[in-house]
């Protein structure tokens, strides 16, 4: 079975609303990935963490949004086992013929871009998840602005990290 976009977009539209339902919050992933961190300086730092504005606020816990990305994480690995394509690629072909084979590069790239999209996130005060899904659910101007930027810098990245516009 193909995971048509329309199938996809449905079986989010209906999760959002559940969502909706359930917690009374919308849907959204960076949170989580914010808590983790929390977590992880919580069991070097200890409880001195929880003294952080940010996180008497966010309090670092495993709740249904941390839950959420787990379940993203473990639905995508069966998903791939299940149509037969899962594969341990460290350099995928794409970068590989813009970058090289460096699988230490591949891992550099990703961390750095990783912490620049949850420093975005949390800047932006939402992730892709949380604007372009339940933003825009809600007809939130502030998440449709959202939205476009993160289309029009992400196309822009993407042409000049792959050479499509000269530098």
Request: with cysteine; proline share 4%; net charge neutral.
């Amino acid at each position: 079975m193909d995971w048509t976009p329309y199938l996809a977009g449905l079986g989010i539209g209906i999760l959002s609303w559940f969502t909706f339902l359930l917690s009374g919050r919308p849907l959204g992933c960076s949170t989580a990935y914010a808590r983790t961190s929390a977590m992880i300086e919580r069991a070097i730092r200890g409880d001195s963490v929880l003294e952080k504005p940010y996180y008497r606020k966010f309090v670092p816990q495993i709740d249904w949004e941390w839950m959420l990305v787990l379940g993203i994480v473990i639905g995508a690995f069966i998903t791939a086992i299940i149509q037969g394509e899962f594969a341990l690629i460290w350099v995928p072909s794409t970068f590989e013929a813009a970058f090289g084979s460096s699988s230490l590069l591949r891992l550099a790239v990703a961390l750095v871009g990783g912490v620049l999209m949850g420093l975005g996130a949390r800047w932006a005060g939402g992730c892709t998840s949380g604007h372009g899904i339940s933003g825009t659910l809600q007809l939130a101007i502030a998440s449709w602005i959202a939205v476009a930027v993160f289309f029009v810098s992400g196309i822009i990245v993407a042409f000049l990290l792959y050479g499509v516009i000269a530098p």
